[in-house]
């Protein structure tokens, strides 16, 4: 029996059969730009050739269809989607998406080493790559407090996996501009790997020092001069369109023949329900495709363009000794994909997948939500002065403003303003039981009854909660410590709500029921008053201390 490589290179000349031909295909060539005719010949899990290949074991007509590389995902928090990762795989490989790239830190800021282990070791059987890039900042900032912290030895640890790329997104930028000796040595621990950053509004002489540590991609552009002084700099500029992040049609004018290379399209945070009813990385090419951006050149910011940046040789292209991992689809401008490929076995057609999915264990990631019991008078907010800071909601963005408003006090205590849409924000540390409760204004959920709870708070994922009246709030939040996580909706009682019993923020269920359960929620939501599309998206963020201008944490205001 030949090597793997010695048949490899028989089938790529014709002495051998294939194993599959994909005959009659066009096939974007993501090098040249250009749409080519021919068979695609496959041996293994690698393409053999395309051309004139007749023989193989197997062949697939594809009547003129096209043939393109599976999409890659640059930059993915798969846990924003609230799903395990068999059902996340269910979800995004249907769409086209073979490989992706994360630093699961949405799950290590409280579950630590063992909860990056836990889900690479559930996704090991599931068809896609997944390449793993070391979280730089758990917890993102001594800001909040996180269920687990991993320093530069656990950092190093990571890096020297086998599944490991890179150093993940470095959100820590005041301390890398300020010299902070922690995250330097992460970084230079990384030396020589792919080490991605996150700077949002940086620019000038902290931008040059901020890139100067050696971080080249940044995703958390909102303008198009942010984007292109970053570009001008040195950095790859991904362009961001996810559930609540939506920087799209902003950046996309930076896509030029002279600027293209530089240019990844990713989706940051995507929810399940847009992940089963838009897709994934593939509603991006999409979303860009309508916008005026040509096909090919869509294809390549979603293939070639991140197995470069990330050094994943044999990714990215339909091309001699590339992996087979590919999607077929009839008309490029549509982007609907047909069939998808991995390693050269149909793992999807129509939308639906192929494949098993492990069911969802837990691991040791459950009974997370550990609170320290409080009355509901702690969630009385004293006035501070004749104004108070309010965190006002930008539309589309995970960005908020600061505002100084007279607010409405009663009794003593500052109280919710319906009628100006200011309502009480609360977040109730839950990792360590410390009895930590920070409280804050909030602007622009629209609530005007009842109030939501998540636990889901990007980064550290502790509780957090927002509404009209403490007495709602005190009962959505205990709803959660009884589900050991989750979303919740109350108004008099509590309405509607989804149980995330892993670390907190993953569900175990299927990712219909989860969508399901979501869009009850989100209805529920906008029945107690908000216009927000994904108010539960929104509401996770406010809680993030590495995005301007201001939050609030278990620790209190924060302004970035």
């Known amino acids: 029996m030949p090597s793997r490589l010695a048949r490899l290179i028989s089938v790529a000349k014709g002495e051998l059969p294939a194993d599959l031909i994909l005959s009659n295909a066009k096939v974007v060539n993501v ?81 630590g080493i063992e909860g990056i282990r836990y889900v690479l070791d559930c996704a090991r059987l599931l068809p896609f790559e997944l390449f793993l890039m070391a979280p730089s900042c758990v917890p993102s900032t001594r800001l909040e407090t996180s269920g687990a912290s991993l320093g530069p030895k656990e950092v190093r640890q990571i890096l020297k996996w086998k599944e490991c790329i890179g150093l993940g997104e470095v959100m820590n930028f005041r301390g890398v501009i300020g010299g902070d000796k922690g995250i330097l040595k992460k970084i230079v621990s990384a030396r020589g790997k792919t080490i991605d950053g996150h700077a949002p509004s940086l620019s000038g002489r902290d931008l040059s020092a901020y890139i100067a540590a050696g971080i080249y991609s940044d995703h958390e552009s909102l303008s198009f001069a942010e984007a292109q002084e970053k570009l001008r700099q040195g950095m790859f500029i991904m362009l961001r369109e996810g559930s609540s992040e939506k920087n799209l049609e902003a950046l996309l004018p930076l896509v030029t023949d002279k600027s293209y290379q530089r240019c990844l399209l990713v989706v940051d945070d995507r929810s399940c329900t847009d992940l089963l009813k838009d897709g994934d990385i593939d509603g991006v090419v999409r979303r860009a495709i309508s916008l005026g951006l040509d096909p090919v050149r869509a294809i390549q910011l979603a293939t070639i363009n991140p197995a470069e ?19 077929v689809l009839g008309d490029l401008a549509r982007f609907q994909i047909d069939m998808v490929f991995y390693h050269g076995k149909l793992v999807a057609e129509e939308g639906k997948p192929l494949f098993p999915t492990p069911q969802a264990s837990g691991g040791g990631l459950t009974n997370t939500v550990n609170m320290k019991p ?87 994922h502790n509780i957090i909660a927002a509404g009209t009246n403490d007495r709602d709030i005190f009962t959505a ?26 670390a907190g923020i ?18 529920t939501a906008a029945e107690l008053g908000t216009k927000l599309a994904s108010p539960f998206a929104t509401l996770s963020f406010l ?18």
Not at 42 to 61: F, N, P, S
Not at 406 to 412: D, F, H, L, N, T
Not at 506 to 523: A, F, G, I, N, W
């Open 506 to 523: 993953l569900s175990d269920e299927p990712l219909e029921t989860v969508v399901s359960k979501l869009e009850k929620l989100e209805k």
């Open 374 to 460: 409080f009355p509901i008078e702690e969630l009385k907010l004293p006035p501070s002065g004749e104004t108070e800071a309010v965190i006002e909601v930008v539309p589309g963005q995970i960005i908020t403003r600061k505002r100084m408003e007279k607010v409405k006090v009663s009794g003593g205590e500052v109280v919710p303003d319906l009628e100006r849409d200011i309502l009480k924000l609360v977040v109730v540390e839950r990792h360590q039981a410390s009895g930590n409760i920070g409280l804050g204004l909030v602007a622009g959920l629209g609530l005007k009854r009842g109030a939501l709870a998540s636990s889901i708070a990007h980064d550290s």
């Open 477 to 502: 939040i205990k709803e959660i410590e009884r589900l050991q996580g989750g979303l919740v909706a109350a108004g008099g009682k509590v309405l509607a709500s989804l149980a995330l019993p892993i």
């Open 309 to 327: 940046y990330f050094r994943r040789e044999g990714l990215g292209a339909v091309a001699p000794g590339y992996i087979a991992n590919l999607i």
């Open 543 to 560: 809680a993030l201390p590495v995005i301007p201008e201001i939050r609030l944490t278990d620790l209190g205001i924060v302004e970035v």
């Open 31 to 111: 090098f040249t730009g250009r749409i080519e005719s021919g068979n695609v010949a496959i041996c293994g899990d690698r393409i053999a050739g395309i051309g004139d290949y007749t023989e193989a074991k197997e062949a697939l007509d594809l009547k003129g269809r096209y043939i393109a590389p599976g999409l890659i995902n640059g930059h993915i928090h798969p846990e924003s989607s609230m799903l395990e990762i068999g059902q996340y795989a269910r979800a995004v490989v249907p769409h086209g998406t073979t490989a992706l790239v994360t630093d699961f830190h949405e799950i290590a800021n409280v579950g």
